[in-house]
């Protein structure tokens, strides 16, 4: 038995195989093609090797396990022969002259949406497996032999360090528990874990030998214990099933309100980065999205995703959402999410260097983009828009601006849309400190506790040299907070947090008592804050 000692990003305990990531470029990038002749070639080629593979699976399924569960690689064999995905497939390549790679990726995304939403159950059950020959064909098209990820069953993911664009890549039901040894408590994977709700941690000294051997994850002590005695594991299962016992307590906090001993109401709301996040946002009972981070559609592809792509996206998430608030947060890139096509160049201090609204208010055609794209989508839901970074009341003039240059255009062609409410997300000191001034121009607030912190603390949240320093619960931070939400009041703002913060169960009384209107926490924590805010009385002193 071997422990080693790292810092835990996210609770809980996970126990499992270890797999170390090699990393490969998995991404399916959208790319234009000279010849598009040429490249429905090469989707047949792979399409028929696909086949190929699945009758020798076939095969030996059925001298294994018989065939009643062989027959599910002779299902997958006609699917890819179905003529209206092969059609999906060329006619995306020949009209839009894109990658095979990126036309199978799309269609197969499409298809499976459209039989996850049928009613028949046994239609239902197609959307997983139109997933997977399409990510077959793809492994094929990219010269693969399998996944990221080798192992079959979840696996307690190690790695160097993980990148947003890594993360959004992974088959996560595969995964059990993130470790690394670099990353930071508010590095994006760490968001990712507690999206996911599984423990991560940081800072674990690992060596290969660790690879595929038996561990325990302790997201509360912070150890990976590799190999561990027969007692110690008997210890752990017994800690995991009490945890999972917790878990199902708080289901039954499932429809009950956020409201405080004392009657008080506050909003709660969930996070997410892209469309296959809001199942977690239902199924965990949140009332909207605080944060809809759609820098996430940027890094999932490899050149500017287009509106209509955008569209799609917001548009079924507002539809998912039914009614219930969606607040989509423009284009953040930059600093730790970089997409190479944007062609940010080197900066030594990227964090306070050329991202999010300052890209946007450079490169105008980007944001009409995607402001196009989420007006046309406020016509299925209730939408909000905020905007990252902000520092000045000049940005956000500008920004009406340019907002309302894209309703007049949507006017004119007679493209519909909702009323849409518009905020600043609260991250940089100055806009704290003009935080009056800016209340009077937008409809909400939404505190970015995460670079708020780094900005006022001056600690990079990348630098896991500086975990020691970054005090969350600092008074400089509380101070801004109270002085935003008093502000933003004012002028008739209402005032939320959506760093992660806001899931910080110790400080929601602190929140309610200055008088926060909205958290927006990530998925996994909302029915713990629940539970947080209906035990606090307000009555008492
Ligand atoms: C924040 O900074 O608190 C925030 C919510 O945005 P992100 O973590 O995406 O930078
Ligand atoms: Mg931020």
Not at 130 to 147: F, P, T, Y
Not at 223 to 245: F, H
Not at 484 to 494: A, K, P, Q, S
Request: charge should be negative; hydrophobic fraction near 40%; glycine fraction near 6%.
């Amino acid at each position: 038995m071997t422990v080693l000692e790292g810092k835990s990003v996210y609770g809980g305990i996970a126990i499992g195989k270890i797999e170390i990531l090699v990393k490969e470029d998995r991404t399916v990038k959208r790319s234009t093609v000279e010849d598009p002749e040429a490249e429905k070639e090469r989707f047949t080629l792979a399409k028929e090797a696909a086949k190929k593979q699945l009758q020798e699976l076939y095969d030996k399924a059925l001298k294994e396990v018989g065939e009643a569960n062989a027959m599910i690689f002779d299902v997958h064999q006609m699917m890819l022969d179905d003529l209206d995905y092969i059609e999906s497939i060329t006619n995306m390549i020949e009209s839009q002259n894109v990658n095979a790679e990126f036309a199978v990726a799309t269609t197969g995304d499409n298809f499976s949406q459209m039989f996850a939403s049928m009613e028949d159950a046994y239609m239902k059950e197609r959307a997983a497996d139109v997933k997977d020959i399409s990510n077959r064909v793809i492994a094929i098209l990219q010269g693969r032999e399998d996944d990221a990820l080798h192992s079959q069953e979840p696996v307690i993911l190690v790695a160097e360090d993980l990148a947003p664009s890594e993360t959004v890549q992974l088959d996560k039901s595969r995964v059990l528990s993130f470790v690394t040894r670099l990353g930071s408590t508010n590095s994006h994977t760490a968001i990712l874990a507690r999206t996911m709700n599984i423990p991560a941690l940081i800072g674990i000294a690992f060596t290969e030998e660790i690879n595929g051997k038996m561990a325990v994850v302790d997201g509360f002590a912070g150890k990976l214990i590799i190999e561990p005695e027969e007692d110690v594991l008997k210890e752990y299962q017994a800690r995991k099933e009490e945890e999972e016992k917790k878990k199902k307590l708080l289901l039954e906090l499932k429809g009950k309100e956020n409201v405080t001993l004392d009657g008080k109401r506050i909003q709660l709301y969930a996070n997410i980065g892209g469309v296959s996040d809001v199942a977690n946002v239902l199924t965990n009972d949140a009332g909207g999205i605080g944060l809809f981070r759609s820098e996430f559609l940027y890094l999932e592809s490899d050149t500017y995703p287009t509106e209509e792509e955008q569209f799609k996206a917001y548009k079924t998430v507002a539809e998912t959402m039914a009614g219930k608030k969606v607040i989509i947060r423009t284009l953040d890139i930059g600093a730790d999410k970089q997409a190479d096509y944007f062609e940010l160049g080197q900066e030594e201090n990227p964090a306070m260097g050329y991202r999010a609204i300052r890209i946007c208010l450079e490169r105008p055609e980007i944001f009409k983009t995607q402001l196009r794209a989420i007006y046309r989508a406020s016509h299925y839901g209730t939408i909000g828009i905020m905007f990252p970074m902000i520092i000045s009341v000049s940005e956000v003039k500008r920004i009406k601006e340019i907002v309302q240059e894209v309703k007049e255009s949507l006017d004119e062609q007679g493209i519909p849309y909702g009323e849409v409410e518009l905020g600043v997300m609260i991250e940089t000191p100055a806009a704290v400190m003009i935080s009056d001034l800016l209340a009077s121009e937008v409809d909400f607030f939404s505190i970015g506790t995460n670079d708020l912190t780094q900005y006022t603390l001056a600690i990079d949240r990348q630098n896991a040299k500086l975990e020691a320093f970054y005090d969350s619960h600092h008074e400089a931070l509380m101070r801004m907070i109270k002085m935003v939400v008093d502000n933003g009041h004012r002028e008739g703002c209402w005032v939320g947090i959506c760093g992660e913060l806001g899931a910080d169960t110790e400080l929601t009384e602190t929140f309610l008592r200055m008088g926060v209107d909205e958290l927006s926490v990530t998925p996994s924590m909302v029915l713990k804050v629940r539970d947080a805010i209906r035990r606090v009385d307000l009555s008492k002193a």
